[in-house]
């Protein structure tokens, strides 16, 4: 291991647990998702164990089919506005759809958290796959963009948001009470943006956020994806991979990011990962087995009709060979669907197979306390990832390894036992961004 490196960790947070029919558990609140308490309770169990930051997903558009982590839940940048409160060091990251939400409104919401939280918000862009999304925000499916034309707007709409975070230099405010000048004319500017998507005027009534811009996530692993996420992004969460295609995806990352002239380091690579842990191998399988065993045949399908686009996969033979479905899904999570048809290739599965495969994937982390941690060491050793996202299938999954894994990987030297900055830009050693505003000169002028 590099001499200093160590693992970035963040949760997955669902309140009823990650995997699709978890629900079901016993020990899983079905209410959970709507339960602030648990919320606050797993945050307080990863700042225990010194997380850079925890993760909320969303949806803005659900069928009769949709799966139960979605069908009812917070909204992401109004409960980590009450999160912010309910916690002191951890980064807190909320996904945000560029196709169906205003740079304006997000860009005050993000800059008040990151105010609220001392420096800690981040946020996970998403361009909205599913093209039904747009009758919820007065528009056809005919006017839903293409999957290429969301990476655009995802790229306008980003860097109208910095711009506007850019409105007031950090000196600008002066609040003189004895003069009675409040703020420094000069150092206001008006962002006045007109582009291909957005028109927006600015400037930002609120003051740039403690960390110059939140943290900027990206969750895409299509061409796109990745083109946008190593020119734009601080990180990027990738889902759950096998070693070799997690050490391809993150060297091509490198490439990419390099060729675009980006700093070494950047993006941070999140790996997503479930993790079944306990005592011996054969308690963790079981753990593993009593979530699989939850989800029926009808609940993966629906799962995988999700992946590609709400396609309708019920008049298929479950036990034939999985379908040749052409470009189906492309439009919708394109590298999801794309390595979908990949595994079922290569692995020869049924259509049945495929689908409760992709519903509660098996993965890499079923052991013990040593075997996880040696597990983790090897995909970071490997150059796989900066870090993991643990996507928890249970609520006890966090505190189980926060228990029993974490304190192993402190002895290796391979995660902190203790927070040693402030702000989430801290915790993942990333630098604040430059103010766009600021002519460089007047920069060295005032010693910064």
Known sequence: MTAGRRLKLGVLLHGIGSAVAGWRHPDVPADGAVDFELY????RT?????????????TLHITANSTPQYLTQFEPIALLGALAAASSDIGLVGTVSTSYSEPYTVARQ????????????????????????????????????????????????????????????DDALIRDKESGVFFDRARLHTLDHRGEFFSVRGPLNIERPPQGSPVIFQAGSSEAGRTFATREADGIFLGPQSLADAVAFTRDIRRRAAAAGRPDGLPVVFVGVTVFVAPT??????????????????????YLSLMFGQHDFTGYDLDAPFPDLGGIGDDAFQAGSRRIRRRARENGWTLRQTALEMITPRGEFIGTPEG??????????????????????????????????????????????EYEGRTLRDHLGLPVPPNRFVKRDTVTDRGN
Do not use: C
């Not at 990863?46 to 969303?58: M, P």
């Not at 505190?399 to 391979?414: C, H, M, N, Y």
């Open 40 to 43: 606050r309770r797993w945050i």
């Open 372 to 417: 996880i941690t040696d597990r983790m060491q090897e995909w970071f050793e490997a150059g796989a990832t900066d870090g993991f996202m643990l996507m928890e299938a249970m609520p006890g999954g966090l505190t189980a390894f926060v228990d029993s894994v974490l304190p192993i990987l402190q002895e290796r030297g391979l995660a902190r036992r």
């Open 281 to 302: 191998q054969q308690e963790a399988e079981r753990r593993y087995q009593e979530v699989a065993d939850l989800v029926s045949t009808d609940h993966a399908l629906r």
């Open 46 to 58: 990863a700042e225990k164990g010194r997380f850079d930051l925890l993760f909320i997903t969303d």
């Open 110 to 169: 993000l800059a008040t958290i990151d105010h609220i939280s001392g420096g800690r918000a981040g946020i996970n862009i998403v361009t909205s796959a599913a093209a039904a999304t747009a009758r919820n925000f007065n528009r056809t499916e005919q006017e839903h963009p293409e999957h290429d034309t969301r990476y655009r707007i995802a790229a306008e709409y980003l860097d109208v948001i910095q711009g506007l975070w850019d409105s007031w230099e």
